[in-house]
Nanobody
Framework: QVQLVESGGGLVQAGGSLRLSCAAS????????MGWFRQAPGKEREFVAA????????YYAESVKGRFTISRDNAKNTVYLQMYSLKPEDTAVYYCAQRRRVSLSEAVDEYDYWGQGTQVTVSS
């Protein structure tokens, strides 16, 4: 089993920044891909960003490209999501997830472990 715990969410004004962290424990394996997703009220969970094991490959949703940066520190078993220029439409619960594969994916059902989520609220 793998446990994922997100932190760093909060309330921020539009144009502001936040950095989310996701700490992994248990049967961790840094060779697997990691991803960030988000879910706004009344909407389906959607892909935000993904990163491969050595950070050589990163993939972003079009809606966050150029504003968000995903990174990881395998020594700390932690994945980060740095968010800049936040917009009210970024408001959601943000989840990190682990995909027990090397390749990246934006599909929710291709991730095997999920954190409990952290709320991000962007005020206008």
């Amino acid at each position: 089993q793998v446990q994922l715990v997100e932190s760093g969410g909060g309330l921020v004004q539009a144009g502001g920044s936040l950095r989310l962290s996701c700490a992994a424990s248990g049967r961790t394996d840094s060779s697997y891909a990691m991803g960030w997703f988000r879910q706004a009220p009344g909407k389906e969970r959607e892909f935000v960003a993904a990163i491969n094991w050595n950070s050589s490959n990163k993939y972003y949703a079009e809606s966050v490209k150029g504003r968000f940066t995903i990174s990881r520190d395998n020594a700390k078993n932690t994945v980060y999501l740095q968010m800049y220029s936040l917009k009210p439409e970024d408001t959601a619960v943000y989840y990190c997830a682990q995909r027990r594969r090397v390749s990246l994916s934006e599909a929710v059902d291709e991730y095997d472990y999920w954190g409990q989520g952290t709320q991000v609220t962007v005020s206008s």
